[in-house]
């Protein structure tokens, strides 16, 4: 994920991400000037995604892995037609030969019914129960060292125990396509200006930030980053676990490390975590071994590579699939 050196103010800059919504924030909890911070948000914008993370399931949304088999014309038509509820397709190279993983925020309670709406041959439809996403954090498992982030793989069997999962449940708000658009900006970079977007969607500033504060901020929980695939070894990690509350503490240790992509416990079966990391070569080793030697960890097992060149991200795509009378899932032509 950071593959050049951090200077200590820019590590500052790094941990006020996560709670800060703009850079006068990040400026003020890194002790720093603004004009310092706004520079330093955007040169790490060129190596990771810095995201807007937000409850889905309050707008009635479900955040949902497909595993689908390949073909090359499902993937050519799911890569170049945006398709309501689909964000992301890569392609990925598992030990039975090459699939499509299917990143998508479907209606919440009609996840299955999505998944075999599609032109696709489903084979495994992954309904998040609880996810981990990246927070920088100056404690637990991760440190700064000599300008480096560094995970102690050593330490996780013994603090394991000590790390604790934490989530809420949002009241569930109402959404029109506005909100979702605007959403959609944010997601691809968390601190574009509300003028930005105005701009980009062809409305007036006013109405969008009245949008964003009454119906947007009141969904953010928090700002994650995510690498930009490809520069380590882009794979899919699944766990079985002896008990849920280990399912939990592992999304918690993931949530600290740096090339994480996404981690979630699977909806109907907990004790399976999945785990999606650009990881470098160099921890694997450190990474598998780390995992194994935690007492309750049943099994930890590569699932699969990931195609970085044939990632195609579409960002929130929930507004295609709004109409008045709500979320609205079409049957695609399955001739493909």
């Known amino acids: 994920m950071f593959w050049r050196r951090l200077s200590a103010s820019e590590y500052k800059v790094l941990l006020a991400i996560p709670r800060s919504l703009t850079y006068t924030e990040v400026a003020k909890k890194a002790g720093l000037s603004p004009s310092y911070a706004n520079v330093k948000v955007k040169e790490l914008a060129r190596s990771v995604w810095i995201r807007f993370w937000v409850d889905y399931r309050a707008m009635g949304l479900s955040p949902t892995y497909l595993l689908a088999r390949y073909s090359e014309e499902a993937y050519r038509r799911l890569a170049t037609t945006q398709i309501p509820f689909i964000k992301r397709v890569v392609r990925v190279w598992a030990w039975d030969g090459s699939k499509l993983l299917i ?12 998944a075999y709406s599609l032109p696709l041959e489903v084979l495994e439809v992954w309904v998040k129960e609880w996810e981990a996403k990246y927070v920088p954090s100056g404690e637990g498992l991760t440190a700064f060292h000599e300008g480096g982030l560094r995970v102690k793989w050593s330490e996780l069997p013994a603090k394991i125990g000590d790390m604790r999962y934490e989530w809420e449940v949002r009241r569930a708000s109402k959404v029109d396509k506005l909100d979702l658009l605007i959403l959609r900006e944010k997601e691809l970079f968390s601190y574009t200006s ?16 009245y949008h964003y504060r009454r119906h947007v901020r009141p969904l953010w929980r928090l700002n994650y980053l995510e690498p930009k695939l490809g520069g380590g070894i882009p794979l ?13 503490s592992l999304l918690a240790a993931f949530s600290q490390v740096p090339w994480l992509i996404d981690a979630f416990a699977l909806q109907g079966d907990e004790q399976t975590v999945i785990a999606i990391l650009d990881t470098p070569p160099e921890e694997l080793t450190a990474m598998h071994s780390a995992l194994l030697r935690v007492d309750g960890v049943l099994r930890a097992e590569p699932l699969a590579f990931l195609d ?12 295609l699939g709004l109409s008045e009378d709500g979320w609205s899932i079409v049957p695609h032509d399955r001739n493909v």
């Open 236 to 248: 899919i990690y699944r766990l079985r676990t002896a008990d849920v509350a280990l399912s939990l």
């Open 194 to 209: 509300l003028n930005a977007i105005a701009k980009r969607l062809k409305v007036s500033q006013q109405l969008i930030s």
């Open 308 to 319: 970085a060149a044939s990632d195609v991200y579409h960002g929130l795509t929930a507004h």
């Open 103 to 114: 990143e998508a925020c479907p209606p919440l309670g009609f996840e299955r019914r999505f």
